[in-house]
T-cell receptor
Framework: GDSVTQMEGPVTLSEEAFLTINCTYTATGYPSLFWYVQYPGEGLQLLLK?????DKGSNKGFEATYRKETTSFHLEKGSVQVSDSAVYFC???????????FGTGTRLLVSP | GAGVSQSPSNKVTEKGKDVELRCDPISGHTALYWYRQSLGQGLEFLIYFQGNSAPDKSGLPSDRFSAERTGGSVSTLTIQRTQQEDSAVYLCASSPIPGTHTGELFFGEGSRLTVL
């Protein structure tokens, strides 16, 4: 079945450092890909998405490119802030477009 | 409020007891999802409701788990004869249409269940 694999955390960075959180997927067909973020004490919210190969999703300084050849959707940010500390989830839409399949989440801790 | 509302936010119960978790989706959202978030396990899909269609129950882990959605709005997830492995955060999400074309699922803050 469809699945998503994320790098394990926590990822600990200093403010203004470069961030990469790896995500790879296994799916039949052509899923859409997503990053969700869960800030402390809040519900998950959509961060960005890409619906087809080579699309780049971007929001709040974060970017991810849908790479079909490597089945990857890595999340990047050039300069992280303390306020980016959260848990980040990579996800794909299942082949029936009925539900999202999530990875295990990666906790990011940014220190001043 | 305008968001997805879940109750209770925290529930501690004894092994073998039944529990009910409630979800109030955003008004007008036709799709409703339940997920379970366990430590180190990510988000596990449980069940999906869309309008008047039969729900997709493919993610329910055992027959002790059931869910209903009344009037196309409020949903209740019931866990019978709880076990310690049921301890997790149960998340509800809704979307105005089957959300995965857009990816926009709106999540509540979850109900944390602890089974002693």
């Amino acid at each position: 079945g469809d699945s998503v694999t994320q790098m394990e955390g926590p990822v600990t960075l200093s403010e203004e450092a470069f961030l990469t959180i790896n995500c790879t997927y296994t799916a039949t067909g052509y899923p859409s890909l997503f990053w969700y973020v869960q800030y402390p004490g809040e519900g998950l919210q959509l961060l960005l998405k890409a619906t087809k190969a080579d699309d780049k999703g971007s929001n709040k300084g974060f970017e991810a490119t849908y790479r079909k050849e490597t089945t990857s959707f890595h999340l990047e940010k050039g300069s992280v802030q303390v306020s980016d500390s959260a848990v980040y989830f990579c996800a794909l839409s299942d082949t029936g477009f009925q539900k999202l399949v999530f990875g295990t989440g990666t906790r990011l801790l940014v220190s001043p | 409020g305008a968001g997805v509302s879940q109750s209770p936010s925290n529930k501690v119960t004894e092994k073998g007891k039944d529990v009910e978790l409630r979800c109030d989706p955003i008004s007008g959202h036709t799709a409703l999802y339940w997920y379970r978030q366990s430590l180190g396990q990510g988000l596990e899909f449980l069940i999906y409701f869309q309008g008047n269609s039969a729900p997709d129950k493919s993610g329910l882990p055992s027959d002790r788990f059931s869910a209903e959605r009344t009037g196309g709005s409020v949903s209740t997830l019931t866990i019978q004869r709880t076990q310690q492995e049921d301890s997790a955060v149960y998340l509800c999400a809704s979307s105005p249409i089957p959300g995965t074309h857009t990816g926009e699922l709106f999540f509540g803050e979850g109900s944390r269940l602890t089974v002693l």
